[in-house]
Structures are given as structure tokens and as C-alpha cells.
Nanobody
């Protein structure tokens, strides 16, 4: 069974930075692709970034150039470094994992989820 635990959220001023962490446990076959999603109040959950077992990455347009996703495979850790944060980045950020190898964008294609961590960016 996969367990995902996020940490690192908080309150930051616009222009600031945060690093989110996700600690994963479970069979490696269930952690083939891992991703960060976010959900703002009144909005649908959306993919921020995903990373595959081989290091390939995919980013939402809103994250390109500002966010960096990474993994430490030996320790089952995943990170999201967020720079130049904007108030519109305010959301609950979720760690996710899927067995399939494609860097899927649809949340329905992800099998496991963490509880989420709140990120609030003040203007």
C-alpha cells in the first residue's frame, strides 16, 4: 500500500520561495510517476508538475520557469521548489503517484494521494 506524506507548505509573501517535500512508501512499481497537484478554493485540482522514474518531467504552463520538481529515488522523496510565488499560487498542494509510466495530467490517472499541504501567498 502506498503512503504519501507532504510537508513544507506555509505562508509566504509574493516573490518568495517554498520547497515542498513528499515522503513516499510502498512498492516501487506503484511509484513509477509522481506528481504535484494543487487545488485552489472553488477550482478543480490541476497538475503542477510530474516526474517519471527515469527523471523525465512535465510542467503546467503556470509553473514553467518558476517551479522545479525533483526526486531522490533511493529515499523515495520528491520535492517541488517554488520560486517567484504569486498570490494565484495559493492552493492546497497534493503529492500523487501512479503505476503507469506516462506523465499523465489528469488526476484520475493517479492511484495514490497524500493529504495535502496548504500554500498561501500574500500580496
Amino acid at each position: 500500500q502506498v503512503q504519501l506524506l507532504e510537508s513544507g507548505g506555509g505562508l509566504v509573501q509574493a516573490g518568495g520561495s517554498l520547497r515542498l517535500s513528499c515522503a513516499a512508501s510502498g512498492p516501487p512499481s506503484s511509484l513509477n510517476v509522481m506528481g504535484w497537484f494543487r487545488q485552489a478554493p472553488g477550482k478543480q485540482r490541476e497538475l503542477v508538475a510530474a516526474i517519471g522514474s527515469g527523471g523525465s518531467t512535465s510542467y503546467a504552463d503556470s509553473a514553467k520557469g518558476r517551479f522545479t520538481i525533483s526526486r531522490v529515488y533511493a529515499k523515495n522523496l520528491m520535492y517541488l521548489k517554488m520560486n517567484s510565488l504569486k498570490p494565484e499560487d495559493t492552493a492546497v498542494y497534493y503529492c500523487s503517484a501512479r503505476r503507469g509510466g506516462r506523465l499523465a495530467k489528469d488526476e484520475a490517472e493517479y492511484d495514490s494521494w497524500g493529504q495535502g499541504t496548504q500554500v498561501t501567498v500574500s500580496s
